[in-house]
């Protein structure tokens, strides 16, 4: 079955940086677009960024531009956020997601905890 599993959260200073990683299973990896999100506690979740198969296509919310990087690794059947210039409204728990067979699939999510 599609499992993914996010690491890499914790608790930074404003400023500062975090590389989230999120492992994939159960489903083709190379094939499927790969998205981040994150939720605060009693609001909506908020799509971050996301990105093609091949990684041709990046996209970013307005949010998190300029200072968020969004990767994969086919061939680790892993996607990373790296997340510079931190600041405290980016915390949050962050979730990657897929779409896969029509299903929409969700990790259990990392906390990033940007404070000082």
């Known amino acids: 079955q599609v499992q993914l599993v996010e690491s890499g959260g914790g608790l930074v200073q404003p400023g500062g940086s975090l590389r989230l990683s999120c492992a994939a299973s159960?489903?083709?990896?190379?094939?499927?677009?790969m998205k981040w999100s994150r939720q605060v506690s009693g609001k909506e979740r908020e799509l971050v960024a996301s990105?093609?198969?091949?990684?041709?296509?990046?996209n970013y919310a307005d949010s998190v531009k300029g200072r968020f990087t969004i990767s994969r690794d086919n061939a680790k059947n892993t996607v990373y956020l790296q997340m510079n210039s931190l600041k405290p409204e980016d915390t949050a728990v962050y979730y990657c997601?897929?779409?896969?067979?029509?299903?929409?699939?969700w990790g259990k999510g990392t906390l990033v905890t940007v404070s000082s």
């Open positions: 997601n897929t779409r896969d067979s029509g299903m929409d699939y």
């Open positions: 159960g489903f083709t990896f190379s094939s499927n677009v």
């Open positions: 990105i093609s198969p091949a990684s041709i296509f990046r």
